[in-house]
């Protein structure tokens, strides 16, 4: 009996020897992946985000809100449905639909992702402006575009009022 414990305990550990290389290979895959494919700062710039340590909870709330109407908003735009109850009545009723909307402010890229880099709240807290880049790719090319939108609080939510507003007190 403790000769056969023995040969299964040799056979097992003949088994993690030849497996042991392949699991390495692939955490070595992993880790190469990771270092090629992470995204590199080139300037400090950019990643310099304004201080919020003097926010309110509500203000961080308003701000948050907001942000969460612009990622509806981007992907409303993107399946050409639902992009109208992201827009305050004065916009809704400058644009005849989605499509018109598109074609106008954004053209006819496939957005990635977008990153706010700055933003203000007045002190009502009605009324939110970010700017933002908006990764983008067009005809093959990626593009990185600042832009910036202006928010008021209308309806029990947040609404765009303004298109690429870039006049931050």
């Not at 040799?10 to 497996?19: C, E, H, R, S, V």
């Not at 809100?65 to 809704?92: E, I, N, W």
């Not at 957005?111 to 007045?122: M, P, Q, W």
């Amino acid at each position: 009996m403790l000769r056969v414990l023995k040969m299964l305990t040799m056979a097992a550990m003949a088994i993690a020897w030849t497996a042991a290389p392949a699991a390495g290979q692939d955490a070595i895959g992993r880790a190469f992946s990771e270092a090629l494919f992470k995204e590199q700062q080139i300037s400090r710039s950019v990643r310099e985000h304004p201080d919020v340590s003097g926010l309110e909870k509500a203000e961080m709330n308003a701000v948050l809100q907001a942000r969460d109407s612009l990622t509806g908003f981007f992907a409303a735009l993107k399946d050409g449905a639902g992009v109208k109850g992201f827009l305050s009545p004065v916009l809704t009723s400058r644009y005849s639909d989605a499509n018109a909307l598109r074609r106008e402010r954004f053209g006819a890229e496939t957005y990635l992702s977008y990153e706010i880099f700055d933003f203000r709240i007045n002190e009502a807290m009605s009324q939110v402006k970010f700017r933002y880049f908006l990764a983008e790719r067009d005809q093959g090319k990626a593009l990185i575009r600042q832009r910036a939108v202006t928010f008021e609080q209308a309806g029990g939510g947040w609404k765009i009022s303004e298109f690429d507003n870039f006049d931050f007190d």
